[in-house]
């Protein structure tokens, strides 16, 4: 299973080190440009209304809190561990669904999904039944990352698909820019509504705003149906597949992940600090997303309209910013670098932790939120590298699931993120109007942990590089 030892940094030649001639590779055909960007166009929207969501649902973190009568802690376990608890079981074998079926499929019915568990928080009439809708949330996205890099990658030719991974931020963007304005002000809008009773159910105001925002998911769901399915290209056996006439036991065992498992074991030199990273990374990421909004409430006494305005000017011109420099900084790198990817994130990693201490601790709420504005340019610029260094290195035969664990990483920890600052904030400040204490210990213990382990991936994953160049991939 081992997927072979990584060259010297060195190596001068590595196709000579190994012993090795390059194969020719087989012609691939590739969809037509239109059929490849609209598929990459339902994607982004897909995305968008994912991220959008989960930013709507963050702005609604104080009413919540208010009406349900919830500590710190039991809301930050609300957004979430509760909505990942099913991910940890099923995440990754419906991952195996992007490897074996048409991908659009897969992701058609992971957004319509999520627009249900969304809706479905939007009748909830108690704590323990909106944990009940929030539970399969992530199982329902769980197939929507790997089944869509999957999907560009074959359908976009690799000279050009950065450029596609680089245009799947304007999904991210989108809803992080557009999800706080329009969030912030329906919350307003809802704020002296009266309860609504409709079949014996008591509707809350801004329990309508989830109703509303879980339309836009179905519409997604309908739109994949309309992409056409790119050829999957043949791949090299670059991990063990289980035999056709397989057993039952041992077809289980693959799709359940184990096989992906074992490849990113027999490598871990190269995966390891890169999962590592993003895990904690995420962990401060995600958990400050959601409670920047208290924060802002609870530090400068704003209100979710002024929250929902300023994050979105702010995180637009960031995110924008981002992109562009991502790419610049990547492509600057590449003509110097093989570990380009790594590198460049390392950089970006160390620009996001630098801009969230700023924010924590800026003396006036304008003055937090350009810092944010920045952490989000450094965050978003260092996305496109972290995925671009997955895809480079995966075993192509299992990229689907492999890339499920490294995002598993990211949507686990991220989800916890929210719940450890809440212990935090209830444990160990023990004042939820110190709320900015909680948050400024996460974010000085966890960020540079991650800025060193993604310093400690550099080297093995240039070496990777330089073996799959010597292999011909």
Same mark, same amino acid.
Request: aromatic share 12%.
């Given at each position: ?53 989960? &930013? +709507?649902? #963050?702005? @609604? ?11 710190? $802690?039991? /809301?930050?376990? *609300? ?101 706080? &304005? +329009?969030? #912030?002000? @329906? ?11 409709? $079949?014996? /159910?008591?509707? *809350? ?269």
């Amino acid at each position: 299973m081992a997927l072979g030892p990584a060259l010297p940094i060195d190596a001068e030649e590595p196709a000579k080190e190994l012993g090795m001639e390059m194969a020719d590779a087989p012609e691939k055909s590739w969809p037509s440009s239109a059929a490849r960007y609209w598929a990459l166009f339902v994607i982004i929207f897909a995305t968008f209304v994912t991220f959008f969501d989960q &930013v +709507v649902f #963050g702005m @609604l973190g104080e009413r919540i809190k208010t009406d349900f009568g919830l500590t710190d $802690a039991e /809301l930050g376990f *609300l957004a979430g561990p509760a909505s990942i608890i099913c991910y940890v079981f099923v995440g990754i074998p419906l991952a195996r669904l992007a490897d074996i079926y048409p991908r659009k499929y897969v992701l058609a019915g992971g957004v319509a999904v999520v627009g249900l568990v969304t809706a479905l928080g939007g009748i909830a009439q108690n704590y323990l039944q909106f944990i009940g809708s929030r539970v399969f949330l992530a199982a329902g996205g769980s197939a929507h990352a790997p089944s869509s890099y999957s999907l560009i990658a074959d359908a976009f030719p690799p000279k050009v698909i950065t450029r596609a991974f680089a245009l799947l931020q304007f999904g991210f963007i989108g809803g992080t820019t557009i999800g706080p &304005v +329009v969030g #912030g002000q @329906l919350i307003v809008m809802t704020a002296h509504w009266q309860p609504s009773h409709v $079949a014996g /159910l008591t509707i *809350l105001p801004w329990q309508w705003i989830l109703i509303w925002i879980a339309i836009p998911a179905f519409l997604a769901a309908i739109l994949f149906l309309t992409v056409r399915e790119p050829e999957r290209h043949p791949h090299a056996h670059d991990v063990e597949q289980p035999p056709a006439d397989a057993g039952f036991l041992r077809k289980l065992f693959t799709f359940m992940g184990f096989d992906a498992a074992r490849a990113i074991h027999a490598n871990g030199k190269v995966y390891y600090p890169l999962f590592a990273a993003l895990a904690l990374s995420a962990t401060e990421s995600f958990g400050l997303a959601f409670w920047r909004v208290p924060f802002m409430i609870r530090t400068f006494g704003w209100d979710e309209a002024q929250i929902g305005a300023a994050i979105g000017l702010t995180m637009l011109t960031g995110s924008l910013a981002g992109l562009v420099l991502g790419g610049v900084v990547v492509e600057w790198l590449a003509r110097r670098h093989k570990d380009a990817n790594v590198r460049a994130a390392f950089l970006f990693f160390c620009g996001t932790t630098i801009s969230t201490l700023v924010a924590l601790l800026a003396p006036t709420g304008w003055t937090s939120m350009i810092a944010f504005g920045f952490a989000g340019m450094f965050g978003l610029a260092g996305a496109v590298p972290q995925n671009a260094a997955i895809q480079r290195v995966a075993p192509n035969s299992m990229r689907g699931q492999v890339t499920a664990f490294y995002l598993f990483m990211f949507t686990f920890f991220g989800a916890m993120g929210s719940f450890v600052i809440g212990l935090v904030s209830q444990y160990v400040v023990r004042d939820p109007a110190k709320l900015q204490e909680a948050l400024v210990i996460t974010a000085g213990i966890v960020l540079p942990l991650a800025c060193f382990l993604m310093f400690r991936a550099m080297k093995p994953y240039r070496g990777e590089v330089a073996r799959l160049e010597a292999l011909g991939r």
